[in-house]
């Protein structure tokens, strides 16, 4: 049995383990999680409620209980004019894009404001140098807002501090994989909040 991620790039393709790690600590029964990715938010946007539904049928893969769609915060072009909040665009986000999938067993997801937050939650799986560079609020990782989201403090620091790039698709899945769930979900309430709908799913399908 397991639950299909919808992701929107190659670096989210590491959170399958990332939230199979999760589910496994808290469910008495072992729940998979693969993550399917698309080519961007557009083409998430344009392709979500098709390929969900193909996947939710039965007809790609006969054991999958639901399905999760996750998307950056940060990024895409679809909210209304005026609205700025990450509250305002996640509440309605979610239920813009699970009235266009319109399948009981899809929930859709933001990662606020890009997945990078949930890295920010452990500062030791970084660079040394990088870690000994970030700013305050990184206590709050959710709080690195559309100013200057994760991905884009995470490479200015490792410009700054290891003259390098940060390579989201290497050091990303590299970093995702030495994450602590315990500690991400934590400091980061949005994250918590999408893995309690998963477990909710993976039960009552159960």
């Avoid at 999680?33 to 539904?53: C, E, L, M, N, P």
Wanted: charged share 25%; aromatic share 10%; net charge positive.
């Amino acid at each position: 049995m397991k639950i299909v991620l919808f992701v929107e790039g190659q670096t989210e393709m590491a959170l399958g383990s990332f939230f199979r790690r999760c589910l496994d600590a808290r469910l008495h029964r072992r729940i998979g999680v693969k993550a399917v990715r698309f080519t961007g938010w557009s083409d998430y946007y344009d392709k979500i409620s098709t390929k969900a539904k193909l996947y939710l049928s039965g007809k790609t893969e006969a054991d999958v209980i639901a399905g999760i769609g996750l998307l950056d915060l940060y990024g895409p072009g679809f909210y209304p004019k005026g609205m700025t909040t990450t509250a305002e665009r996640y509440s309605w986000g979610k239920r813009h894009l699970e009235e266009m999938v319109g399948h009981h067993r899809f929930r859709q997801h933001f990662a606020v404001h890009e997945t990078e937050a949930w890295l920010l939650a452990a500062p030791e799986i970084l660079p040394r140098e990088v870690r000994a560079a970030l700013p305050g609020r990184s206590a709050r990782p959710e709080e690195v807002n559309f100013d200057q989201p994760p991905s884009k403090l995470l490479a200015r620091l490792y410009r700054e501090k290891l003259s390098r790039s940060y390579k989201k698709v290497i050091d990303g899945a590299s970093l995702f994989q030495a994450l602590s769930p315990e500690q991400a979900l934590e400091k980061c309430p949005y994250l918590k909040s999408l893995l309690n709908e998963m477990i909710q799913l993976a039960q009552s399908e159960a």
